[in-house]
């Protein structure tokens, strides 16, 4: 058995071509692709279908496990959605960077549309914030400011490789503790609570595109991070969002971090209640 990307749907191939262009230089990134790819399958097909489909995806899947990176990534204790989240914050602040200092281009468009998908990897574990949602609008927009003007891309663009800058300078835009977000059944946060020292209104990332000097995610991080009112979702809801905590679950054994996983599942339990 060989997998055959073209037989998939575009949403799902993009995901496929991203974790094949991602194989060798990146194999944890690689490695969650195919996970939202197996995801998307999942839901999409019923069956025979969706167990050939899954079946095809697992066999990428498995290459990527098997490469030295992601071993030691594996053995490591490193958070997968902060390492997640961190390259798409880097790939978003270098692709600004080429634009302010090259015009736009198909290429850097690329670059702000994988930087985009990648905010979409770090929504297995966690749902965006308010701030990473405004940050992956904004790659898209400028994706598609882009690509306006020229040629469009097609899909098979995905396949070739996007070069991630990574270095120890601050990134800014995230914090420097574990990822921003929790599980929307972590009790609320009485804000009211909170020194206003902390609530400083965090401008909207169209205003602060230009000034990398300072972070809106500078303030302590539960005065960005309020939580979801469970009892205020409907019961569609609360099943997608236990869906994902399950996933969740999955992607944090594959990690060996079978307490993380143990939190997630217990988030799903108390969602479906």
């Known amino acids: 058995m060989t997998l055959n990307i073209e037989q998939f749907p575009p949403n799902i191939k993009t995901y496929l071509k991203l ?22 399958t999942e839901e999409q097909y019923q069956g025979e279908d969706k167990e050939l489909k899954s079946s095809q995806i ?65 929504e297995l574990f966690f749902p965006l914030n308010d701030t990473s949602k405004k ?18 891309f097609s899909s098979p663009m995905m396949e070739e490789p996007v070069s991630i800058p990574d270095d120890n300078k601050t990134i800014h835009y995230i914090t ?17 609570n909170v020194s206003q020292s902390n609530q400083q209104p965090i401008k909207s990332f169209e205003d602060k595109k230009s000034d990398y000097s300072q972070s809106p995610l ?9 939580q979801i009112d469970i009892s205020k979702l409907s019961l569609l809801e609360k099943q997608n969002l236990a869906e994902k905590y399950i996933q969740s679950a999955i992607s944090s054994l594959d990690f060996q971090d079978p307490k993380t996983s143990a939190q997630y599942l217990h988030a799903a339990l108390e969602l479906l209640n």
């Open 58 to 122: 697992d066999l990428l899947t498995n290459v990527i496990e098997n490469k030295p990176q992601f071993i030691q990534f594996k053995e490591s204790t490193k958070s997968p959605a902060e390492y997640l989240l961190r390259k798409a914050v880097m790939l978003l602040q270098n692709s600004d960077k080429q634009l302010k200092e090259k015009g736009p281009s198909l290429q850097i468009g690329k670059t702000f549309l994988v930087s985009s998908y990648l905010f979409d990897l770090y």
């Open 19 to 40: 974790a094949q262009s991602f194989e060798n230089t990146d194999p944890v990134i690689a490695f969650h692709f195919c996970v939202k790819a197996k995801t998307l």
């Open 176 to 192: 420097e503790e574990k990822p921003i977000d929790q599980p929307a059944s972590t009790p609320l946060i009485n804000q009211q």
């Open 135 to 152: 940050m992956q609008t904004y790659a898209k927009i400028k994706a598609n400011e882009c690509t306006k003007l020229k040629e469009s």
């Open 218 to 226: 500078q303030n302590h991080v539960i005065s960005s991070n309020p």
